[in-house]
């Protein structure tokens, strides 16, 4: 168990429909990252939070969003959504301080598998 | 720009038979390496990572990589492969907080 929590586990919804995976990060942890994992695009980086501020954009859609609140934990939505929009997203956190380094371990939560069909 | 290549999607040696799991990196300044494990149906755990301090890095579970940056490599081995090994191997490069890039992944597969 990483410590890393993440809601719900499975998510089926419709195409054009709206979601909102829930993570909440290891106690002290103040980095979240989101990660998106198909079979044919692999694991992608998507976004991370520290403290509560956008700090690192990869490829997330502008359909996709997310935010950090003061208790840590994030949200990330998931809007007008695509079948290709299936697959298991990951919630990640760290003890990073937000500037420089990089050699920070990140802790996987379990994932949310949204199905849409 | 960062990239990471890992040769073989798909990975089977004999139980008790060494584990070799290539990567190779690209990246413009020094990196930070990781391979990650995947279990099935579980999140990414990490089993080792390389930030400068040493070149052969020892992680969990009696795996270790070395890193050699004449060949920008970053192999994953374990002398004895044991049948819980089985898994999704996954190696990760990052110059900077955040933005990791992660390999397509190696599945290993264990044969009794």
């Known amino acids: 168990d990483s410590g890393v929590t993440q809601t719900p586990k499975h998510l089926i919804t419709a195409t054009g429909q709206r979601v909102t995976l829930r993570c909440s990060p290891r ?12 079979l044919d695009q692999g694991l992608q980086f998507l976004i991370q939070y520290y403290n509560g501020e956008e700090r690192a954009k990869g490829n ?17 939505n998931l809007s007008s959504l695509e079948l290709g929009d299936s697959a ?8 990073a301080t937000g500037g ?3 050699g920070e371990t990140q802790y996987f939560g379990p994932g949310t598998r949204l199905l849409v069909l | 720009a960062q990239s990471v290549t890992q040769l073989g999607s798909h990975v089977s040696v004999s139980e008790g038979a060494l584990v070799l799991l290539r990567c190779n990196y690209s990246s413009s300044v020094p990196p930070y390496l990781f391979w990650y494990v995947q279990y099935p149906n579980q999140g990414l755990q990490l089993l080792l990572k390389y930030t400068s301090a040493a070149t ?22 374990k002398p004895s492969a044991h049948m819980s090994d089985a898994a999704e191997y ?17 599945r290993l597969h264990i044969l009794p």
């Open chain 1, 27 to 38: 106690s002290g942890d103040l980095s979240v990252y989101w990660y998106q994992q198909s």
């Open chain 1, 60 to 76: 997330i859609l502008e359909r996709f969003s997310a935010q950090q609140f003061p208790d840590l934990h994030s949200e990330l």
């Open chain 1, 88 to 95: 298991l997203y990951f919630c990640a956190s760290s003890v």
């Open chain 1, 100 to 102: 420089g380094g990089g």
């Open chain 2, 56 to 77: 052969l890095v020892k992680g969990i579970n009696g795996f270790e990589a070395e890193f050699k940056k004449s060949e920008t490599s970053f192999h994953l081995t």
């Open chain 2, 90 to 106: 996954f190696c990760a490069v990052t110059i900077r907080q955040g933005k990791i890039i992660f390999g397509k992944g190696t």
